[in-house]
């Protein structure tokens, strides 16, 4: 909204002066004020149903003292807008301003309205479990439809990360395919070696760093020489702007970039999802317990309460950006993931980029369906359920058309009323001013307070609108909406959008819980944003989730609770002037430390240039008035204070009458009694909205007690006494230094309960004083809680390590006995009790699901591979062995991908594995923990050293293993031993210990028999710098994709596909020991694909079945 707008526009003085004007023709005569500028308003903060029942008692003090018929303005925040638009419901259905009076101050329960109010306290669940499984659905359909699409979205964001991550992917491997070489010497693998470390999205950062440093070359290095200084300042702005740009550019690539980083990692291993899924959920339920502290004034820990919206931000960003990589893990998981194919050996990027492209589709088909449809942000909300229970309560309890017995729980047509139909000023009520806040959280244009985030808007029916410092306008059709509308608006406390208290963290987390009673809406005027018209669903669920709010901008608003701009709902009446004021200030404040009130000063002053200063009274006045020191301390009875309006524009001052609920003497022994039981009483938190009656009933008493003086004679004395200045400043001092006034006249006493005349404080005797310690009893809980959690925590981890170390004791002292030469006489008896111990553990941890106590230790997995190793050519000697080795069931060892590169995130095509020999499935299965390939690692290079140096020249027969040498020399590689039972002929290793260096072999068997004789050749073959990647049945894989078995060699067979593998190839024979007319080295057919440093060896079973001695 702003002031060129077309629709129609009257002055303020125009619309309140004919509406106030409307109401006092239908007072009598004699009661109506001569004067427009002797105005009086009302003013009911908010505070949740506290307030409004507060308020309620309040009204009724004044109508009985026939003081409310003479209120010409009644303006409402939340909790007094619930009550107030009662009020206004009632007036419309009364004939006369004095049967409104009669109604409203009636004694005891005599009067339906109060009867009903009464009943239904409990207005959001009347009914009790009944109403609370239908509010609990009713939460979870609507947040099951916001998740919905805040999913769509998210969807949308990981295919686009996908789709990227594919195409960066596929331009890096089409350049290693097609590109030898790259200038500067580098080759396509350094490169690759290089980006693949990194998200592929972190590849683009270079550009905005370009960009950021030649904007600040652009500053620093600007002529200024002959340039006007207006001219420079715009460039060094614009050039500052661009730099700017630059870095949230930087920090927008970093945060995607790890999201998609982090989210392939969890997508590789999808049970990792639930626990993420369990994160946010755990996130999303300690920020829903802390979020009401947000909104107390006065905290028990006043060092937490400050930094309390601080802390659940940066919570809430994180549970943000938790919920982003749960939604792309997901899609990558099920869809990017494609990349490979389903036993990942090698790569698809059509088929991911199609898998991609189907929930890309989907999700773009539903948002450009439903874009549109803004409303369903309304109806996820919830609003409606808060706004239909709030119609029944309270505007129900003016609804004369409900029989006698009516429930709350049905909905009647007459509850609620258009706005544009509202209009309790024509039978003599007050004017209803209903106040909520436009939230702003960014500029687009005009001015914007940072600290403010939000404008006040009042509203009054038949239908006008104004935003402070704004004048009144009238509705566009189609926009007013309902009373009950309005009033739940004006109470929307928990929202996304909370005026001066709005964080984005705040926001997602109310969002994602579904925590939203805020309401957008449509002005009528129009936007020429693209966003606003294509999709404004989308639009205003993505400024929900990050607090991102035009304001008045905008021609969709979101609005939310008055009291996120001002609480006590007395600034519309200083705008309007008002001779007399009184406020309810009903603000959740047990420590009375008036923030309400201070931002209602602040505000007047700045905004209106309206100086408000509190007096205090004369001294010999009734102790019901006192300064605001006095209506905070425990030793003052004080309940009410007086201050001076000084209006820029009037001549006379205004008076401004707080009315602070605290106990005070005289109340009924109840309330007291209530006291006792509810130490935060009368200030209990904003968040209980569930009152019985007991509590009711204080409220509601305590309200009458302090307004029962307030008549109009009264107000009117206390009027001519300010304006008179027969009250003092309340800071001020007199000539004798006491604050007090005794030679001026004040206004006549409150009138007292003589039982309790002569009592200085608050409460009597009997009834205890809060302590500081149950003050204090909310930091203690949180401290208590959290150390007990901590100390929890760290005697589980404790139990966990004490656990594992019990259970993994008894496999160290037994392996302890293990001999460290061949030459020890016991060594079957040490293996034996090895194995017979390896297997009690590991079925113990499996009984109680710990495997992974096991499978995580190195020195557990060494034991495991050394035990079986020597358990393999021992089982026909030892019953154990032949357990372990035949009925033990080996943990598999975790699938990789011989095509992924960097844990698995960046993909490519790897040569060797696009060979027919490698296009087989589920060979990565075979490999378990028990396989010796890590133990061969650690001393293949000193076993293949020493074997060079203790071979002779020519070769011998040898009646022993070939690698006793190794053994002498202090290493003991268990498998090269194992693997020979049979005299063996040792030929001379080649002269380059190294000569496999860069090549891999890949060994294809023809039946499981055998495998563990060929085993032994991976070993030697990896100490000459070969990799070796697991041994292939190929008849098994033949079997499986329905073919027929390769017909096997004669003799071992080595193929080689380059020349520069040549060398490695005729060396293979010779280090596994073999002489050269027992295998043949052969170079692979010109029919076939060739691949850089590629060899195989078809092994036939007769050979593997032998093993290798001949």
Known sequence: ????????????????????????????????????????????????????????????????????????????????????SMVGRLAQSKPSAEALQDELGAHGATSHHRSWLRANSRYLTPRGSQDRLFGVVTFLRNLAGVHLELGFLAVLLACALGFIDILVWYG????????????????????????????????????????AIGAATCYWYMPTRGRDHVEVDNASHKVTRQLALAVQTSIAL????????????????????????????????????????????GSSSEFLRQRLPGLLDLAGRFGLLVLAIFWTSLVHAFATLRVWDSDWNRVDFVGAAWALTVPAIISLGWISLSGRNLEFLNRSSLHNFYRSRLSRAYLGAANLQRKQGSKVTQVHDNDDVPLKDYKPHVNGGPVHIINVCINQTYQREGLYNIDRQGDLMSLVGPGYYKVQGQQWRQFKAGTLSTLGTWMAVSGAAAAPGMGSLTRPGIASVLTTLGVRLGYWWRTGNKDPQWSSILVPKYKGLYSELLAKFAGTASNTQYLSDGGHSENTAAYPLLEARCELIVMADCGADPSY????????????????????????????????????????????????????????????????????????????????????????FPQEST??????????????????????????????????????????????????????????????????????????????????????TAAGLGLGVIVSSASGLWVAFENAQGDSSAGSDQVLKPLYDTYGTLPVSMNDGQLNDSVGRMAAQLLTTWQTLRAHDQQDLFLNNPEALDMLRMTYGLCARMSDKLAVCNTLIKSFQCPPKPTASRVTQNDGYWAREEPAAMTRMNERKNERKTETYCDTDELDNENQQVAATTLKQK????????????????????????????????????????????????????????????????????????????????????????????????????????????????????????????????????????????????????????????????
């Open 1 to 84: 909204m702003t002031n060129t707008e077309t629709s129609t526009t009257k002055s303020q003085p125009d619309v309140l002066d004919r509406l106030i004007e409307d109401r006092r023709k239908a007072l009598p005569e004699d009661d109506r004020p001569l004067d427009q500028e002797q105005r009086w308003g009302l003013a009911l903060s908010g505070g949740g149903i506290r307030s409004s029942i507060f308020c309620y008692g309040l009204i009724s003090a004044l109508a009985k003292a026939e003081a409310f018929s003479r209120f010409d303005l009644m303006s409402t925040v939340s909790g007094g807008g619930y009550i107030g």
């Open 172 to 211: 890096m491997d089409q350049l290693i395919k097609t590109n030898p070489s790259l200038p500067f010497g580098f080759t396509p693998m350094q490169l690759w070696d290089w980006v693949s470390k990194w998200p592929t999205l972190w590849l683009a950062l270079p550009a905005p760093i370009l960009w």
């Open 254 to 297: 970093v945060l995607l970039g790890s999201v998609d980083w982090v989210a392939w990692r969890l997508a590789k291993q999808p049970a990792h999802l639930f626990a993420l899924g369990a994160l946010f959920t755990s996130i999303l339920s300690v920020l829903r317990l802390a979020l009401p502290m947000l909104q107390q004034n």
């Open 593 to 680: 430390k008036f923030q309400d009130l201070e931002n209602l000063i602040r505000r007047a002053r700045i905004d209106m240039n309206v100086d408000i200063r509190f007096i205090k009274p004369p001294q010999g006045s009734d102790a019901l008035f006192g300064s605001l020191d006095d209506l905070a301390s425990p030793s003052k009875t004080a309940c009410l204070a007086l201050a001076r309006i000084n209006y820029p524009d009037k001549n006379l001052p205004g008076v401004l009458v707080l009315v602070k609920p605290n106990l005070t003497p005289g109340l009924p022994e109840d309330i007291y009694n209530y006291s006792r039981d509810y130490e935060d």
């Open 687 to 772: 968040a209980d909205q569930f009152f019985d009656e007991a509590q009711w009933e204080s409220y509601f008493s305590l309200g009458c007690h302090l307004g029962r003086g307030l008549d109009e004679n009264r107000l009117r004395s206390l009027i001519a006494a300010v304006q008179s200045n027969g009250w003092v400043d309340a800071r001020a001092k007199t000539s004798s230094g006491d604050t007090s006034a005794a030679n001026v006249t004040g206004a006549p006493a409150m009138p007292a309960d003589s039982e309790t005349t002569d009592e200085k404080s608050r409460r009597p005797l009997r009834i205890p004083v809060k302590s500081a």
């Open 951 to 1110: 071979t002779p020249d020519r070769p011998f027969m040898v009646m022993s293993a070939p690698v006793s040498s190794a053994i002498a020399a202090g290493v003991w590689p268990w498998t090269y031993f194992l693997s020979f039972d049979q005299p063996v002929a040792v030929y001379p290793a080649t002269e380059n210990i190294l000569v496999c260096k860069g090549i891999t072999v890949f060994i294809q068997i023809y039946s499981p028999d055998g495998r563990d004789n060929v085993r032994a050749l991976r070993s030697l073959w990896r100490a000459a710098g070969a990799s070796v990647p697991p041994i292939e049945d190929v008849s098994d894989t033949a079997r499986r994709q329905g073919r027929s078995a390769p017909t096997p060699y004669g003799k071992p067979t080595v193929i080689y596909h380059r020349d520069d593998a040549e060398a490695c190839a005729y060396a293979l024979p010779v280090l596994a020991l073999q002489s050269e007319s027992s295998w043949n080295v052969v170079q692979l057919n010109e029919r076939f694909e060739k691949f850089p440093g590629t060899v195989e060896v078809w092994v036939p079973p007769t050979a593997a079945a032998e093993g290798f001695s001949q």
